[in-house]
């Protein structure tokens, strides 16, 4: 299988810095809390001098191993219909992340840009298409209805 973080249209030539908007929103919370922390994360891979940049992939890793362990949870625990693509997607880009750790060990702090640009380019669209599939589906599980999304300025898309 491909590597989700690979993508699927000629790279933009530009990397635009990751950055929290609502439009992120989902509307289960402590989806959303979490993935506030991954854009945080991963702008910071983007854009912190180089000497830091393996202190923070660390932290990185320790973040998504949290992030995609409590989503399996939720989808094992309530039998989320979709959820082998979305753990195969999750363990990918985990694989990828752990081979940029060794390269980064040995100086390559080129691929550990790449890589954080890599992941700013690939979260919008798991977020939009798996997360929220099952944003919504924990909302109806938890509470009973779907999510009530409320957004602060976000400019229509
Ligand atoms: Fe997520
Ligand atoms: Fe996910």
């Excluded at 992939?57 to 992030?67: D, M, N």
């Excluded at 924990?138 to 509470?143: A, G, S, V």
Aim: aromatic share 8%; net charge negative; glycine share 4%.
């Amino acid at each position: 299988m491909s590597s989700p973080l690979t993508p699927p249209t000629p790279a933009t030539s530009a990397s635009e810095t990751l950055q929290w908007s609502d439009a992120f929103l989902l509307g289960f919370t402590p989806m959303d809390d979490i993935h506030h922390e991954f854009v945080t994360l991963v702008g910071q891979l983007q854009t912190a001098p180089e000497t830091e940049l393996p202190a923070l992939l660390e932290a990185f890793i320790v973040h998504a191993q949290k992030h995609f362990d409590e989503e399996k949870t939720w989808m094992v625990e309530t039998e989320f219909p979709a959820r082998d693509c979305h753990i195969d997607e999750h363990a990918a880009v985990m694989n990828s992340v752990l081979e940029v750790r060794g390269l980064l060990a040995q100086g390559n702090t080129t691929v550990c840009r790449e890589l954080a640009d890599e992941l700013a380019r690939w979260f919008p669209g798991h977020a939009d298409y798996l997360d929220s599939a099952l944003s919504h589906w924990m909302c109806q599980k938890r509470l009973g209805g779907k999510p009530v999304v409320l957004r602060r300025n976000v400019a229509s898309a």
